[in-house]
T-cell receptor, first 115, second 115 residues
């Protein structure tokens, strides 16, 4: 199994509070991603990183920010949590695609509830 | 961008029944195609993949063939077991830039196998 951990695994918070989720990898992969999983939507990309300090937005980035100060850590921050951000958040890593041999490996997920 | 349409569930089967989950895609270029599986309470695991037309991915008795002419990647298993109960996601590699990719997911199909 790819060495990806997420913390916390579960969190309940209140509307308006800041929340930071952490993804840690031991694979030394360059690319890291944050997705959210919601019923009927599959997984949708929030932000991604293609190297230390190099990040970009995904399709559902509003209300989220990210940081990557080290190869192994990718942080997702909800500056002011809203109930619409209640979801399961997954971190993923991948090696750069080569000759079509492209895969992403997922962490165990963080279940976030915003009351 | 690229997109995936996946058969809606839930699907309930008896043990040893035949399982098919339909997946079609829309893409520019030549994406790689994947099936991921999510067991209850866990993250996503890659089940199988295919990187070019007519490739057949297979794993754990599951198979899917990359059909470019019908833009499909249907998942099949000839004899399901209770342990196959999970949510199944079809996905494709969706370019973010010339070097970056994300995964575009279908909505997921929940499969329940009864003993």
């Amino acid at each position: 199994d790819a060495g990806i951990t997420q913390s916390p695994r579960h969190k309940v918070t209140e509307t308006g509070t800041p929340v930071t989720l952490r993804c840690h990898q031991t694979e030394n992969h360059r690319y890291m991603y944050w997705y959210r999983q919601d019923p009927g939507h599959g997984l949708r990309l929030i932000h991604y990183s293609y190297g230390v300090k190099d990040t970009d937005k995904g399709e559902v980035s509003d209300g989220y920010s990210v940081s990557r100060s080290k190869t192994e850590d990718f942080l997702l921050t909800l500056e002011s949590a809203t109930s619409s951000q209640t979801s399961v958040y997954f971190c993923a890593i991948s090696a750069p695609p080569k000759q079509g041999a492209y895969e992403q490996f997922f962490g165990p997920g963080t279940r976030l509830t915003v009351l | 961008g690229n997109s995936v349409t996946q058969m809606e569930g839930p699907v309930t089967l008896s043990e040893e029944a035949f399982l098919t989950i339909n997946c079609t895609y829309t893409a520019t270029g030549y994406p790689s195609l994947f099936w991921y599986v999510q067991y209850p309470g866990e993250g996503l695991q890659l089940l199988l993949k295919a990187t070019k037309a007519d490739d057949k991915g297979s794993n754990k008795g599951f198979e899917a063939t990359y059909r470019k002419e019908t833009t499909s990647f249907h998942l099949e298993k000839g004899s399901v077991q209770v342990s196959d109960s999970a949510v199944y996601f079809c996905a494709l590699s969706d370019p973010l830039s010339s070097n970056d990719y994300k995964l575009s997911f279908g909505a997921g199909t929940t499969v329940t196998v009864r003993a």
